[in-house]
């Protein structure tokens, strides 16, 4: 048939009216419910030179302020060490620069993530190998002070390999999953789709790299059994105990639900699209 060019025939038309599986119009990630935070690099009119109010960030400026799309408010700030606004390097889109040294830019605490049912997803390139650097983390209870003793989700490249991968630890510190077994190689300057699903049991973590699913094997430790309270911020490109990441940042979504594997693909395939992934 023709669903996958997105134009059917009249009979294929009826046949879904009938079994009321009529495809729904995706717009952006507002068409999924859910949806907690979404930084959009390649809109300026979100990035803005000051933490409140000031101006917008003009071509190799400093982004003290990325707002948040997604209706909530969750603005990501820094007063000191921010990353730039780099114009038409992707597509013909802007993203945002992380130097790899000390750029940060984070949220305030965010209640909706008080959740164990998480979808992210982050778009982003490495923009150099052999080098550790944490894209996104979303951080609980005193997590500067006590690193790795609170649960936290986190996306991260690593060093090694030129390899990206998930983990997360729960409120004993135990890694719930084990890092080392969860990764895919990914190449310095390529721009790539990452994220990861928890479920609501917290018993499902995955890691995905585009359309590339890659089931995450639970540690010793188990599977996720805390529920996440006094959510404190999400870091993107470092986190407040460091490992800031050399890397471009484009895009930032996060989901407080475990989203169906129809939803995920329907952000994938509009995350593909509009940055020019193949």
Known sequence: NSAASGVW??????ALKRAGTWPRAFEG??????????LDAADASTLFNATTGGSLVAADGTIKRWEDKSGNGNHATEATNAPIRKTGVFNGRDIVRFDGTDDILATGAISALNSLAMTHFCVCCQRATGTVGRLLAIEYGDFAANH????????????????AL????????VAIVTPQINRFAISANTLFVIGNTISAAGGITELFNRNTSTNMAASSGGNV???PSLHERVSIGNSTVGTPVNADICE???YNTHLSTNDRNLVIDYLMAKWGIT
């Open 9 to 14: 025939n009249l009979r294929e038309a009826e």
């Open 29 to 38: 990630p507002t068409s999924v419910s859910g949806l907690q935070l979404w």
């Open 148 to 163: 790795g003793l609170e649960l936290s989700f986190n996306l991260s490249i690593v060093n090694s390999n030129a390899t």
């Open 166 to 173: 998930s983990f997360s630890r729960n409120s004993t510190g």
């Open 225 to 227: 059994v805390d529920t």
């Open 252 to 254: 930032v979504i996060i």
